[in-house]
């Protein structure tokens, strides 16, 4: 049987043509190492992984220098980085009541940090006004998911950012649904900071990411890893300029090579290209579930401020049993549970049950979708 692959929210696939072929490139016919070496492929891996942070600079309208696009070993390892590397105890966050627990779970990892969440909506969507009733003296950061990986809801990130601005708080977002799915501008929206995993939207491997920090956050950032970088080696301390000082050890080439390869298919397509897409497949799919009963939408039912991602309990039955269905009896692949996410499903109603998820992609197609809205019928 073949199958439909809508779990794209977790990863996407498949990558597109020249992904793979870069990162079996660099395996073996390039083999050199960054920032160390100066022979013919080393300079020639230091170019590609060059071009990577320029890509990113620039599909992100980054005002910063490419030295500020830090590569790290992915999206959670991005949020680590920023967490961890600014708070400090005493200090207060803002987060909204729909984060993954790659913000939640290094807040309440730390000790003496104490945050207060911005409630949700029933379709997810907070209201950017209610950061005016949180703010204390102590807030050092908002920090908040960009889309949501349980309902699709997009939040407002320009009006959070323009009131994070009146108090001087800096703003970070985790562009882990959005990236390569939604408008994303770092300048708009007034970051201070933005994480994003390379495996997702932005179509490459897993094992890598990025985190973009403008250099006032870069200045307040204590390193958490420190080791070798390949520059200022007669000194044991690292060194203070950018990426080198958030990048020790030896990056993830392969995924480097294939990472930049998939952002320049995500630059030519680009998001306009990429996003009407998506609303195409996703109005469709929400107007082919409209009509059947037993199962419930949680997320908005229109296109505007979601992406593809739609989550849908079956009301009567375990949603995990129906995700064994739809791949066993259909091959349609998604994902059921809770999405390390159990703050976003308290919000939707959906806790401890979980949802069945069905999240689009690139490469899905009408249908895909058709196959899918046959299979929920059929099932429902
Ligand atoms: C909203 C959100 N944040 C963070 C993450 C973590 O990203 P990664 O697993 O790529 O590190 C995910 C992954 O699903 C996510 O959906």
Redesign the pocket.
């Known amino acids: 049987m073949d199958t439909i692959y809508l779990d794209n929210?977790?990863t996407s696939f498949p990558k597109p043509e020249g992904v793979a072929e870069a990162m079996v490139r660099y395996l073996t016919e390039v083999g050199a190492p960054l920032n160390r070496s100066v022979y013919g492929r080393a300079q020639a891996a230091e170019l590609v992984t060059l071009s990577l942070r320029e890509q990113l600079k620039t599909f992100f309208h980054f005002p910063e220098k490419a030295t500020h696009v830090i590569l790290t070993p992915?999206?959670?390892?991005g949020?680590n980085f920023l967490i961890k590397g600014l708070l400090k105890p005493g200090d207060h966050v803002i987060v909204s009541a729909m984060e993954?627990n790659?913000?939640m779970r290094p807040l309440l990892q730390m000790m003496g940090i104490t945050f207060d969440r911005l409630p949700a909506d029933s379709e997810g969507f907070i209201d950017p006004n209610d950061i005016h009733g949180l703010v204390r003296p102590n807030t050092k950061l908002i920090v908040i998911?960009h889309?949501?990986?349980v309902s699709g809801s997009v939040q407002d990130a320009e009006a959070i950012g323009r009131i994070a601005a009146q108090y001087g708080i800096p703003f970070a977002l985790?562009g882990?649904?959005t990236a390569g799915h939604f408008p994303l501008d770092f300048q708009r929206f007034g970051l201070s900071a933005l994480s994003v995993?390379g495996?997702?939207g932005l179509l490459g491997p897993?094992g890598i990411?990025a985190l973009l920090l403008t250099d006032e956050m870069a200045n307040k950032l204590s390193p958490l890893v420190a080791g070798g970088t390949g520059s200022a080696s007669d000194s044991e301390y690292l060194p203070a300029f950018l990426p080198d000082r958030f990048e020790s050890g030896t990056l993830n080439l392969p995924g480097i090579y294939g990472w930049e390869a998939a952002m320049r298919f995500v630059g030519k397509q680009g998001i306009d290209a990429l996003r009407a897409h998506e609303v195409e497949l996703t109005k469709h799919f929400l107007n082919g579930i409209r009509d059947i009963s037993g199962v419930r939408l949680c997320g908005p039912d229109r296109v505007e401020n979601r992406v593809g991602v739609i989550s849908l309990d079956f009301l009567s039955q375990d949603n995990a049993a129906v995700t064994y269905e739809l791949e066993q009896r259909f091959g349609i692949l998604t994902r059921c549970g809770l999405?390390?996410?159990p703050a976003a499903h308290r919000s939707l109603g959906t806790f401890p049950r979980g949802t069945v998820r069905f999240s689009l992609g690139y490469a899905n197609t009408a249908v895909d979708v058709d196959a899918a809205i046959a299979a929920i019928r059929t099932l429902a």
């Open positions: 929210a977790a992915g999206n959670t390892y949020l993954h790659a913000i998911a889309g949501s990986n985790d882990a649904q995993p495996h997702k897993s990411g999405h390390c996410a």
